[in-house]
């Protein structure tokens, strides 16, 4: 997804399998999520607020937080300095990804010849 400078609510619910109303119900939760917003109304998320859905995502869907706990946690890193590092491992899991999809599209022009 970092071809785009900006992406819809639809693409982030679609990236996270999620409803629209759930990115929405995040975005007010977690301060952290600050989509721009054009006249209308519509949301604009950036690569750091996938980033950031990411991280929430895997928090409370993955490891079974809740909100509250998941915010806690959050808050708490952010002091400790640690939130940079949770970061940096959701870029490496991105850039993993995009190496194995290059892998994959190479295996798939060898294995043609």
């Given at each position: 997804?970092?071809k785009?400078?900006?992406?819809?609510?639809?693409?982030v619910?679609?990236?996270?399998?999620?409803s629209?109303?759930?990115?929405?119900?995040w975005?007010?939760q977690?301060p952290l999520?600050?989509?721009?917003?054009?006249?209308?109304?519509?949301r604009?998320?950036t690569?750091?607020?996938?980033d950031?859905?990411?991280?929430?995502?895997?928090?409370?869907?993955?490891?079974?937080?809740?909100?509250?706990?998941?915010?806690e946690?959050i808050n708490?890193?952010?002091?400790?300095?640690?939130?940079?590092?949770?970061?940096?491992i959701?870029?490496?899991?991105?850039?993993?990804?995009?190496?194995?999809?290059?892998?994959?599209?190479?295996?798939?022009k060898v294995?043609?010849?």
């Amino acid at each position: 997804m970092s071809k785009q400078v900006y992406y819809k609510i639809g693409d982030v619910a679609a990236k996270f399998n999620v409803s629209t109303s759930l990115i929405r119900y995040w975005e007010q939760q977690f301060p952290l999520i600050k989509p721009h917003k054009n006249h209308k109304g519509t949301r604009y998320y950036t690569n750091k607020d996938i980033d950031n859905f990411g991280i929430i995502y895997h928090l409370v869907k993955e490891k079974g937080m809740t909100i509250k706990g998941a915010l806690e946690y959050i808050n708490k890193k952010k002091e400790e300095k640690s939130f940079e590092k949770i970061e940096v491992i959701s870029t490496l899991n991105k850039t993993k990804s995009f190496l194995e999809e290059i892998k994959s599209t190479l295996q798939t022009k060898v294995d043609e010849k």
